[in-house]
């Protein structure tokens, strides 16, 4: 799971400095997520918050340069905090702008350090890259970007800890009739009504229901759920497992069928992939392509496009991601794992993993 952690919750309201107690109390959730096998990747705010207090800069709005800048003072202090929080668990810093997100072969990259930093017992913390912004930091409070991660990293549930304990009916602040939604299938126009303002009061966090509901949309077309559930309370994952009050959207699929219908019909192929009848037979059956299978490399491509691959008559047997690109692939076509190590001089995998791989055609 993919949990958003906002500024409101890193940083004592009074005094602009690391809420320990809290740190504390969320690392023991962590902790026994991990003890029964759940895989945890954090995306945290609170830079900017502790870095203005560390530059001692004034009580106001802060201009962009100053953002940049107490972002940068104050990102350090925020990965200690974590990691004195969470020892002995390993913590692994992730600085993503939105490009990282969009940009497909630079979202593959992130995919692919996410996975190997959670298969090394790592816990990945991530945040916007405030400090190279050019121009306001455009993802809100980190919603919408932990809603990309989620993406990213194949997640089953996005959890985004609020300053309310779920969406109502209406602002419960303001109307005091208003009721908890606990669960919502799909995001409708009414539903996007019910959405407040951003949260501004503490001017440590910048969003609000609406950046939250818009991060929800998101995951949910990757095959994603959404939790959205008070944040200020001790052990918040635990509380929402004992029966705190909550409100859950439901994904529209898996997130591994989101991820292949992705490659199938959103990537225009760059090029393709003869193989034999026993590679074609393999990949139909679930498994990755292995260069010993491939017969002929087509076109041009680099490491991380989409590719065609065709089986011995030239019937398409599915699209995939490239691990090598054009060059390489031609180098390797026919070739066995210790023969393609001693060829290239790196570690060999297959040139098309199956989670990489959806099937189509014949």
Request: net charge neutral.
């Amino acid at each position: 799971m993919v949990v958003k952690v906002g500024s409101a919750l890193i940083v004592e309201e009074h005094t602009g400095a690391v809420d320990h107690d809290w740190l504390a109390a969320f690392a023991a959730d962590a902790a026994r997520l991990a003890a029964r096998g759940q895989r945890l990747i954090l995306v945290s705010s609170g830079a900017v918050a502790l870095g203005r207090r560390r530059l001692g800069l004034p009580d106001r709005v802060l201009t962009l340069t100053e953002k940049q800048a107490a972002a940068a003072a104050g990102q350090s202090l925020l990965m200690a905090a974590w990691q004195a929080a969470l020892t002995p668990t390993p913590v692994a810093q992730l600085l993503l702008t939105a490009e990282d997100t969009e940009a497909r072969r630079r979202f593959l990259g992130a995919r692919a350090t996410l996975g190997a930093l959670l298969e090394m017992g790592a816990l990945p913390i991530v945040n916007e890259n405030d400090t190279v912004a050019v121009e306001e930091l455009r993802w809100g409070d980190n919603d919408r970007l932990a809603a990309r991660v989620a993406q990213m990293a194949g997640a089953d549930l996005l959890v985004l800890l609020s300053d309310v304990d779920g969406l109502y009916t209406a602002d419960p602040r303001l109307d005091p009739t208003a009721q908890l939604i606990p669960r919502i299938e799909a995001i409708t126009p009414e539903i996007e009504a019910m959405a407040g303002g951003a949260n501004r009061t503490r001017r440590v966090g910048s969003g609000g229901m609406a950046t939250k509901l818009a991060a929800a949309r998101i995951a949910a077309a990757a095959g994603c759920a959404t939790l959205i559930t008070l944040g200020r309370r001790e052990g918040p994952l635990s509380a929402v497992e004992a029966g705190a009050g909550a409100t859950l959207f439901a994904p529209r699929s898996t997130p591994a069928a989101a991820y292949k219908a992705w490659i199938a019909g959103s990537l225009a192929p760059h090029g393709a992939l003869t193989v034999d009848d026993g590679a074609a037979t393999a990949i139909r059956g679930g498994k990755s392509l292995l260069a010993a299978g491939v017969r002929q490399v087509h076109g041009r491509f680099a490491r991380g496009d989409a590719v065609v691959v065709l089986d011995a008559a030239g019937r398409e047997v599915g699209r995939g991601l490239a691990r090598y690109d054009a060059a390489d692939a031609r180098r390797i076509i026919g070739l066995r794992s210790d023969a393609i190590v001693a060829l290239l001089g790196e570690a060999a995998g297959p040139l098309i993993h199956a989670d990489d791989l959806a099937l189509g055609g014949a």
